[in-house]
């Protein structure tokens, strides 16, 4: 996550709490993301690179609604090293580093038997509401995942959990 994350999370903090009835998700499926996931519309597309090494290319997928929102990326790395759990702790300390997150805890997971971690994240930043986020992880051959439901901690619970639940069970493997 870089600092367009931390500016998405401001602009989810600075919106009106409004909680209304959701209209039908739709089943996302970018072209060359080899996924698919469930989202209440069309997200916005970012590419980022890394200052530092211009070979990773971050994919995201960004979908706010009013007090919450999504995000869906994926990135290739070169190698994944002979410990996953290594690239994972490293992938999920980039997490926490470029969103100034606090982890509040962290469980081991797999998808389809590869294998996952599943983060929450609390944001505070003076002035603005709380955020928490829930972030699912994967390591899939060289290519990573990450999945992230946002919401203000103000948030109905019922509309949080059927969110989050709707969200993380609809992400799917679609590998050629």
Request: net charge negative; glycine share 8%; proline share 4%.
């Amino acid at each position: 996550m870089s600092t367009k994350i931390f500016t998405t999370l401001l602009i989810l903090c600075g919106v009106t709490l409004t909680y209304g009835a959701q209209s039908e998700w739709l089943k996302f499926s970018p072209p060359e993301g080899r996924f698919s996931v469930m989202l209440p519309h069309e997200p916005k597309f970012e590419l980022i690179t890394d200052p530092d090494s211009k070979e990773v290319a971050n994919y995201r997928y960004t979908a706010l609604e009013t007090g919450y929102g999504f995000i869906c990326e994926y990135f290739d790395v070169t190698s994944t090293g002979a410990d996953t759990n290594v690239s994972l702790d490293q992938t999920r300390d980039g997490i926490l580093r470029g969103a100034d997150a606090t982890l509040v805890s962290e469980e081991k997971i797999s998808l389809n038997g590869y294998p996952g971690r599943e983060l929450e994240l609390a944001f505070k930043q003076p002035g603005l509401a709380n955020i928490a986020a829930r972030t699912r992880i994967y390591l899939v051959g060289k290519r990573v995942y990450s999945l992230t439901y946002m919401h203000a901690k103000g948030l109905d619970s019922k509309t949080d959990v059927d969110n989050g639940a709707k969200f993380f069970s609809s992400f799917t493997l679609t590998m050629k």
